[in-house]
């Protein structure tokens, strides 16, 4: 389905209305906080994978998360403690297809050559062996190519995953019919959003039509920049905070 901006901001308040009005408020100029640790997994083919962990006390979720080109887990320095507020484990890794647009990338580092965007889907694979032990929903989320190789992900891991959240997919492979063929064949919820760019809307629209029915949340933002950075205060500063409710509104319907 198409959430327009209106519903999506009413949602997203919903879901807060019902806290405790006696309750404290935090300051919204107070950045998000939650401690981290270091962690290496092993790709398929050998590969170390460099990752961070933000854990959450009894999560209601694991959320893989995965970055754009040129990028690294710091893409998702600010946006892993606000999702451990909300009461998510997070785990931000290095793909091997990256580089130091937020940070170094420890992963593209230490690999001989020049991995394209589809090597990396062992690394996102590697994410998600190590979360099957952690007995908590799994639910992957992509920024850009990431975005894209979250669908063909799901659709291989069918019955470990239980929901995707695309920022700023398309096609960004030489097979142009890769995403949107395993966007047909998911069975989870969906949530799917790009910048207001009319060529990114129309990419995640075409995404968004091959999907099932009723699997889809749609969401095209007034204000929004590429990729996941659309929720981060310094990339976005006029839309991150509005980019923000809809994403939280999906993830408790998901795993509440």
Same mark, same amino acid.
């Given at each position: ?47 170390? &994978? ?33 999702? &451990? ?69 799901? +659709?291989?891991? +069918?019955?470990?995953?239980?929901? &995707? ?92």
């Amino acid at each position: 389905m198409h959430l327009s901006r209106a519903l999506a901001l009413s949602l997203a308040l919903a879901a807060v209305s019902g806290c405790d009005s006696a309750a404290p408020t935090r300051d919204a100029a107070a950045p998000f906080v939650a401690p981290s640790r270091a962690l290496t997994l092993t790709a398929k083919d050998g590969v170390t &994978v460099y990752a961070r962990l933000y854990s959450a006390e009894s999560p209601k979720a694991v959320i893989l998360l995965f970055h754009q080109a040129g990028s690294s887990k710091d893409e998702y320095a600010t946006i892993a403690p606000r999702l &451990v507020a909300a009461g998510y484990t997070a785990l931000a890794i290095d793909q091997r297809a990256g580089g130091g647009l937020y940070g170094p990338n420890e992963t593209a580092a230490h690999v001989i050559g020049k991995p394209d965007y589809l090597d990396a889907a062992q690394d996102l694979q590697a994410a998600v062996d190590w979360a099957l032990p952690q007995n908590v929903p799994i639910i992957v989320w992509g920024s850009s190519y990431s975005a894209s190789l979250a669908f063909p992900l799901a +659709t291989k891991n +069918t019955s470990k995953i239980k929901g &995707v959240l695309a920022f700023s997919p398309g096609d960004y492979f030489s097979d142009k019919h890769l995403v949107e063929t395993a966007a047909a064949r998911l069975t989870v919820p969906v949530y799917v959003t790009s910048a207001p760019d009319a060529d990114e809307v129309a990419a995640a629209r075409a995404i968004t039509d091959a999907l099932p029915p009723g699997l889809a949340t749609r969401y095209v933002p007034t204000e929004g920049v590429h990729g996941a950075s659309t929720l981060i205060a310094a990339k976005d500063p006029k839309g991150a905070e509005t980019n923000w409710l809809p994403v939280l509104s999906f993830l408790k319907k998901v795993a509440p």
